[in-house]
């Protein structure tokens, strides 16, 4: 039996970083439930592929899937992304600032140019995007807003000097805003996702180092798949988190709890 506490049918969502990942998972969350959702990335065919993908369960659930091109490093992208939702959905109920981008490197090797590079999406980018979609939810008095934030936000890690900075200032965005915008009836909350399997980070964790340390310090003792952020994000879009807004979920598998120290049992 459905409960329409959870429920988010209907909702006009737009995710960026949508068209593959953790935004591709919750955006097809959020179709599979029937929200009217719209998906952006820099990549158009990315996108292409990712609708097409969807499109049936749209059409079993009474969703709907778009997609629309927009680099959130890019001002202007980001207003018209904006302008074309609205004018398409004529509401953007709930946003889902997904998009994000890390280079690894020692902090001493790092150039201006791999700083700006993160930081203009990761932080700026998210910023300039709640804002412009912050305007329409503020004069409607209605919406929310999620930030996907990082493990990283709590403490970083090494070698990921800018992708730590800006996600730690994620989490500092989203109770800001949290702040500000709780008066008119808008929520911001954020997820902090821990070791998760993507594309991206394949190549990462199948390293046999790396995968035997990620388990031993993760109590569930497996990576995450994207689609285990799916749960989070409906919950926190849906009426069931209506008194939550600046909070950072961490969705993890308990890896933040503690530190697991090779003390004998």
């Known amino acids: 039996m459905s409960d329409p506490l959870f429920s988010v049918r209907d909702q006009v969502v737009l995710v960026t970083g949508g068209s593959r990942g953790i935004g591709r998972a919750i955006a097809q969350g959020f179709v599979e439930r029937g929200a009217r959702v719209t998906i952006a990335s820099r990549e158009a065919d990315s996108l292409a592929k990712a609708v097409t993908e969807m499109q049936a369960a749209a059409d079993a659930n009474g969703g709907t899937i778009h997609a629309l091109a927009c680099d959130v490093s890019r001002k202007a992208d980001i207003d018209r992304l904006v302008a074309e939702v609205l004018q398409q959905q004529e509401r953007i109920d709930t946003l889902v600032n997904v998009a994000g981008v890390n280079r690894r490197k020692p902090a001493l090797a790092l150039t201006e140019e791999d700083y700006d590079f993160v930081m203009d999406i990761n932080l700026k980018g998210a910023f300039l995007l709640s804002q412009a979609v912050g305007r329409h939810m503020v004069e409607r008095r209605a919406g929310c807003q999620i930030n996907v934030a990082s493990l990283n936000t709590d403490r970083p890690l090494k070698n990921v000097l800018p992708y730590a900075a800006s996600k730690a200032g994620i989490a500092h965005m989203t109770r800001s805003l949290g702040l500000e915008w ?18 991206l980070t394949r190549k990462l964790w199948s390293d046999e180092t790396m995968k035997a340390w990620g388990l031993a310090n993760t109590p569930q003792q497996r990576l995450g798949q994207p689609e285990d952020m799916v749960g989070a994000a409906i919950f926190l879009a849906s009426a069931a988190s209506s008194f939550m807004t600046g909070q950072t979920v961490y969705v993890d598998g308990g890896f933040t709890a503690g530190w697991a120290w090779p003390i004998p049992e």
């Open 182 to 199: 709780g008066r008119y009836g808008v929520r911001v909350n954020g997820i902090a996702p821990g070791f998760i399997l993507t594309d």
